[in-house]
């Protein structure tokens, strides 16, 4: 997604009420060789849940990548699409310079961190791509990219604070120690604010920093 806040004017006369859920929850991923491509996702510390052959011409891997609830699965005879013809397959991450440098010192080929001259998403191929991340790493701007070994193409965006409405019924989530020390320190100084323009100590400071480092998390307005 971009941080382009595109919303249509209808988009509140959509009704929710009832809604079924209906969470993403596996990419088929086509690969020539399955030993190679699980030995290719477990050396990026993806976790392995499944490995189930079915007999001599059917097996089924799945991998998930760190902090994701969606997986991919790969194997023999699960799809009749091409090895390799997968592109643009994206992954989030809160800091995307650590995210490179992991990948990095993974053995990974990685491109460079770059933003689209368009500034809106990614251009298909590299045409487009300008080096560096987007100014003042912009939410939703920045990018990095590499293959499988059959060449399936990845892409890493960096996401640190989402768009209002992009995490509803979500649970909070924070991408380890680090993540959640930054938000609890943004929170901190939020709260020192708050009880400035209040004039008083907040006995309910536990409350006031959960709904706000929700919220913050969310793309929601933040409480004053």
Known sequence: MTS???????AAAIPTAGRVDMKLEVVVIPV?????AKRSYESLGWRLDADLPVGDDFRVVQVTPPGSEAS????DGITSAEPGSVEGLQLTVFDIDAARADLAGRGVEVSEIFHDAGAVFHHAGTERRVSGPAPEHADYGSFTSFSDPDGNGRLLQEIKVRLPGRMSGMATRYDGASDLSKALLRAAMAHGEHEARTG???PDWPDWYAEYMVRERAGEELPL
Not at 4 to 10: A, E, G, L
Not at 32 to 36: L, Y
Not at 72 to 75: A, D, K, M, R, V
């Open 4 to 10: 382009t806040d595109v919303i249509h004017d209808d």
């Open 32 to 36: 020539s060789d399955v030993d190679r």
């Open 72 to 75: 991919i699965i790969f194997g």
């Open 200 to 202: 008083e100590a907040d």
